[in-house]
């Protein structure tokens, strides 16, 4: 129950209210202050021997002794106010414990045991409660925001025989085929690296608008902004251009930031201590453009095109070693033209990212770095773009590769790093996937957000742990 809520209440018969108790306080004898929250709200109790009939002095003190922080009551009184005029409730029965806190409560905890005692962690920490409150306003946002506009959510497969969508590394388990109960019979799954590839087939299937709010798993390294288990949304829409992704992008996180600032102080202080300004548009940076004005050179074609023959390989190959060589930046492993682009963006455009004081879309990317996107004729760049703040990417989006002929091809380009050059994180081709791909997919926009980075710039936490439930992978293993 809510201030305003008491508040209307006053000079009313007695109410009860229900709730953890945060602190205990005797004055004398006859007067004992009880702080009770329940729900993000307080209420000074007000326990006075002369208050509550039928109780002798020595019950009276037998009936709040026993009180520790941490356990939950039923309080019963009347509205009132103090001389100081704080709103409380002045008990007119016996205080009724609802269940006892066995253990000490702490006052605080240090960052590496509030990973592991996360359940104490809420009870103690109010941001760390006000972190996952905000999460849960962003979802309701965003599922509003589609709905609105004529999505529908969908839920899609988690496991399968093949995780496409992303290159990444899948997690593998192994599942009894259905009707046997031997090893001869079981089969090897993945867990989805990403929901894209299911999505896409549902507007194969006639859904023109659809999205997913769910879980993917990826099975590489944890620091302070990846977990092998996140939250994404994604969304796909037929018909849809790259402009109208990038106007649907805007509108959303302004959306996002704006509900959310109103509904929650740690999102309102979090965004004015950024400094970031959220008017539209928002800032654009070149990738290929940019890239080529810090090293000091155009990329030639032989480079930026995704059909390579060996010999263009090579040439491209050499190209980037000299780049290398000349700026001193160690080469990445295995050699391939995706992640040579990748490093180089990371050495030369991650400093201006992270430095902007606006939401910055990156755009024009290298073919090569985007298998899933449509590539401009015209310029034989991808069809994408990524949203970053505080130099974290927040979406990805692209026009959709539809032509099963082009996709085929591409996916043939990965398997050529896979096989000959050892990129085990190149997902295999799904082969699935391009016969549903021959019944016709409309021209679509896709697009990607990851949640819990959103959140954390939300909220101002610097680790992703901190915006998950019950912390990172690592963390729940040992929880109490």
Known sequence: MTSEQLQALSGSQSITVRGRVTSVR???????????????????????????????????????????????????????????????????????????????????????????????????????????????????????????????????????????????????????????????TSRELEMRVAPELWLKRMLVGGFDRVYEIGPVFRNEGIDSTHNPEFTTCEFYMAFASLGTLVDITEELVCEIVQQSSEKSELVRNSIQESGISFSR??????????????????????????????????????????????????????????????????????????????????????SSLSPLAKTDPQTGTARRFELYLNGKEIVNAYEEENSPFSQRDKFDIQQRDRLELG??????????YLKSMEWGLPPTGGWGMGIDRLVMFLTGRKRIVDVLSFGGVKNVFNQE
């Open 26 to 184: 005797a004055s004398g004898k006859k007067l004992v202050f009880v702080d009770i929250e329940q729900d993000e709200n307080k209420i000074q109790g007000i326990y006075r021997r002369d208050d509550v009939s039928d109780l002798e002095s020595d019950q009276f003190a037998q009936s709040w002794q026993w009180l520790r922080r941490g356990d939950f009551i039923s309080f019963t009184g009347r509205i009132w106010r103090t001389k100081t005029g704080e709103l409380s409730l002045r008990a007119t029965e016996k205080l009724t414990l609802l269940s006892p806190c066995l253990h000490p409560l702490p006052q605080t905890l240090t960052v590496d045991t509030l990973s592991h005692h996360r359940t104490v962690g809420f009870i103690v920490d109010p941001t760390l409660r006000a972190t996952i409150r905000a999460r849960s306003h962003v979802l309701s946002i965003m599922r509003k925001f589609f709905t609105d506009r004529d999505f529908i959510e969908v839920q899609t497969p988690i496991l399968s025989d093949s995780a496409g969508g992303a290159t990444a590394r899948p997690f593998v388990t192994r599942a009894t085929a259905l009707g046997g109960n031997s090893e001869d």
């Open 281 to 366: 548009p928002f800032m654009r940076l070149d990738f290929i453009g940019d890239l080529e004005k810090y090293i000091g050179c155009s990329f030639p074609e032989y480079v930026l095109q995704i059909e390579q023959t060996e010999q263009t390989t090579r040439q491209a190959t050499d190209f980037f070693k000299d780049i290398y060589s000349n700026h001193g930046i160690s080469l990445p492993t295995p050699l391939t033209i995706p992640r040579l682009f990748d490093k180089l963006a990371d050495h030369f455009l991650s400093p201006i990212l992270e430095t902007c004081s606006s939401p910055v879309f990156l755009l024009n990317f290298p």
């Open 423 to 432: 990129d085990s994180e190149t997902p295999l081709s799904d082969e699935a």
